[in-house]
């Protein structure tokens, strides 16, 4: 089962726009972490932040998390046509070992 | 360095056939991840390995579904007997930590007919 809900579930905005993504959760965590996915494949690990974190950032993306609403968001700014992916949350839970667990993610187009 | 690698990268089989899927995790990695990816259920976990053990294979759907790995290295996922719904991508991972970062392969895209 999911641990994570997200939403929007897609996205579309034009170059150079912002887009934002919400991540909520159920279970108390060790980390939330965001991945990006092209054309249904592999996943690349796009940022981490701990539990006891709240903003966290990393070139053109910043991550938020509130532990006390069980949720998260992902920004990227200033987007390019590259960025188009999908994007899921997945969170590690201590108790649950190092496995995670995957949000439905949010499909992100952005128009050149 | 060289990444995770898995094989095949697309596997077509008929229904009640056995199937084995290989993953090449990084080189030093100690710990090993599968996962399904499918239309319906998302991404999900199915087992993992912290060496050659697997102290959690809460994940695996039936017990059609077995994996190993040997020399703690080479991980081979086996479904015995597949059915139409085993059709998705099974993703491999490995990390370097037990906690953190994981790192993914391209995936096995699996269809049964």
């Known amino acids: 089962s999911q641990q994570g809900e997200e939403d929007p579930q897609a996205l579309s905005i034009q170059e150079g726009e912002n887009a934002t993504m919400n991540c909520s959760y159920k279970?108390?965590?060790?980390?939330l972490q965001w991945y990006r996915q092209n054309s249904g494949r592999g996943l690349v690990h796009l940022i981490l932040?701990?539990?006891?974190?709240r903003e966290k950032h990393s070139g053109r993306l910043r991550v938020t998390l509130d532990t006390s609403k069980k949720s998260s968001s992902l920004l990227i700014t200033a987007s390019r046509a590259a960025d188009t992916a999908s994007y899921f949350c997945?969170?590690?839970?201590?108790?649950?070992?190092?496995?995670?667990?995957f949000g439905g993610g949010t499909r992100v187009l952005v128009k050149p | 360095g060289a990444g995770v690698s898995q094989s095949p990268s697309n596997k077509v089989t008929e229904k009640g056939k056995d199937v084995e899927l290989r993953c090449d995790p990084i080189?030093?990695?100690?710990?090993l991840y599968w996962y399904r990816q499918s239309l319906g259920q998302g991404l999900e976990f199915l087992i993992y390995?912290?060496?050659?053990?697997?102290?959690?294979k809460s994940g695996l759907p039936s017990d059609r579904f077995s994996a190993e790995r040997t020399g703690g290295s080479v991980s081979t996922l086996t479904i015995q007997r597949t059915q139409q719904e085993d059709s998705a991508v099974y993703l491999c991972?490995?990390?370097?930590?037990?906690?953190?970062?994981?790192?993914f392969g391209p995936g096995t895209r699996l269809t049964v007919t």
């Open positions: 932040i701990r539990s006891n974190e």
């Open positions: 997945a969170t590690e839970r201590g108790a649950a070992g190092n496995k995670l667990t």
């Open positions: 390995f912290q060496g050659n053990s697997a102290p959690d």
């Open positions: 080189s030093g990695h100690t710990a």
């Open positions: 279970t108390s965590i060790n980390n």
């Open positions: 991972a490995s990390s370097f930590y037990t906690s953190g970062e994981q790192y």
